[in-house]
């Protein structure tokens, strides 16, 4: 199984190749927030406990998360890998993600950060704003906040892979199609050096 984090801050473009990546390489797209809202939705138990969570203005906690991420992966066993999109967002989830994936034989195969400087992440999401309607996209003291809060948050998990040897930046800037070509070459050396340790 090919399991990919893919990190990158507010508008660094992670919708736009998560898409292609899934379609290249046969992934399922695992979303944190379209799982709540899909087990929201199916009323499960887990979607119930998260909702009423939500309605207080609490956080969901990490284990109602992994347990939804386990019926995801449970759900699709003959998948071709996962793609995470928004999780793991810290250090803790990124253990419990690891040991999730671990009952069912597989790993975190990479973690690929799309860089971009935040002066390119302001514009971007400006830009965005005027066309999406997004509110959070049209203030720029918001949006430098968010771009602050993403870079202080996440860094940790990202040591936390490069640990692992597991970490790979990618320029985030130019053109989709240049973009994409630099994730699938790292997706394909690694995919090779794993052919050669078997």
Same mark, same amino acid.
């Given at each position: 199984m090919l399991n990919i984090v893919l990190f990158g801050p507010p508008g660094a473009g992670k919708g736009t190749q998560s898409q292609k990546l899934i379609d290249k390489y046969n992934l399922i797209h695992l979303s944190t927030g379209d799982l709540l809202r899909s087990e929201i939705a199916a009323g499960t138990e887990l979607g119930l406990k998260a909702k009423s969570l939500m309605d207080n203005g609490v956080l969901v906690p990490d284990e109602v998360v992994i347990g939804m991420i386990s019926n995801k992966v449970q759900e699709n066993k003959a998948a071709g890998g996962f793609i995470f999109d928004g999780f793991p967002r810290t250090v803790p989830q990124a253990q419990g993600l690891d040991k999730l994936l671990l009952d069912y034989g597989t790993e975190i195969s990479c973690?690929?950060?799309? =860089?971009?400087?935040?002066?390119?992440?302001? =514009?971007?999401?400006?830009?965005?704003? *005027?066309?999406?309607?997004?509110?959070?996209? +049209?203030?720029?003291?918001?949006?430098?906040?968010?771009?602050?809060?993403?870079?202080?948050?996440?860094?940790?998990?990202?040591?936390?892979?490069?640990? +692992?040897? *597991?970490?790979?930046?990618?320029?985030?800037?130019?053109?989709?199609?240049?973009?994409?070509?630099?994730?699938?070459? +790292?997706?394909?050396?690694?995919?090779?050096?794993?052919?050669?340790? *078997?």
């Open positions: 973690m690929i950060a799309l =860089k971009v400087d935040d002066e390119e992440l302001t =514009k971007r999401l400006l830009l965005r704003g *005027k066309t999406s309607g997004r509110p959070d996209d +049209q203030n720029e003291e918001l949006i430098r906040k968010r771009v602050e809060e993403y870079n202080t948050k996440t860094t940790p998990v990202a040591d936390y892979y490069a640990g +692992q040897g *597991k970490f790979f930046a990618v320029d985030g800037i130019g053109e989709i199609e240049e973009i994409f070509s630099a994730i699938c070459e +790292q997706i394909d050396s690694l995919k090779a050096e794993k052919k050669e340790d *078997k």
